[in-house]
């Protein structure tokens, strides 16, 4: 076929309380349908409770050559890790 | 209950069941032939909805004649004269306009059919109409979704769109016509009006249509029969498809 529609990104929040996760693609012409498949296509065995789904060329991606400047200076800054203390059980999904 | 009125109530839920599954094995026709893969497996969960329906009103169907029947024995083993499901349901699929247009008629109805069948004084009846309609409201928002689209889409789509709506305007008619089992079963408060429900389809329908930049027909043609069993020569076919495994090995097993 002819494939004119566009591209969209799906996320799914499975359980309450959780953050959506991208779980995959899907076409559609519009948002709306794309909200439908993605109901038929990513939720037809429970998994979820909340959809989002974005078209994916509105999505900013940062690219490969960019690592160097963008996570290299990060590996010499543990101050910046949350790692002296302990998380109440409580929060175990933080 | 009296015998009557168990007969009466063994013919009202075979209809809703026979419609169920009609539609549900026409619209499993689309698996692996959708237009594209998303609307595919959409199709799918939507056949695969009405065959759950199905189930649900030929078990109980099946209690209710209280014969020993089982729900296979009523979908597989009856003959064309035996099913009772209104006509539209039967329909070939032509194309996919005139597929989604069917569904959209029938998911308006259905929101408003089942909404009063969970009133319904029989409790089994209401169970399956208050998990039977959460799926509808959807495959309503699926059907108008796409009236929309394509009424207002290419040249081409809104005349597919325009000639399904013309060409099934006159089996509508038959959604709201009363028949023996339930015109005896009303009183009791088992079975939904359907008169009743005429009105409202038709505003909501007149409006989707004219948003979707279609014509309300002004038509005067109808074909009525289905329940009574007189059906149109689909529905042999699908019937032949549907049964041949059980017809030829009785009792078969997945």
Known sequence: ?94 | MTNTSNDALYHYVLGLADDALILGQRTSEWCSRGPFLEEDISLSNLALDYIGRARMFYQYAAQVEGIGRTEDDLAYFRDERAFSNLLINELPNYDFAFSIVRQYFIDVHACLYLEQLKYSSDAHLAQVATKAIKESRYHLKRSETWLLQLGQGTTESHERMQNAVDELWGYTSELFLMSDAETQLLSSGICVDRSELQEPWMAQVSADLSASSLAVPDQQWNVVGGRKGDHSEHLGHILAELQILQRSYPGLQW
């Open chain 1, 1 to 94: 076929m002819k494939n004119n529609k566009d591209l969209y990104e799906v996320f799914l929040r499975s359980i309450r309380g959780i953050d959506h996760r991208h779980v995959g693609s899907l076409h559609a012409d519009t948002p709306e349908q794309a909200l439908i498949y993605a109901r038929d296509v990513y939720t037809r065995r429970s998994e979820g409770v909340s959809i989002w789904v974005v078209k994916s060329n509105q999505i900013s991606a940062s690219q490969e050559e960019d690592c160097e400047s963008f996570y290299d200076p990060m590996d010499d800054k543990p101050y910046r890790h949350a790692s002296f203390y302990v998380l109440p059980e409580k929060v175990n999904n933080m």
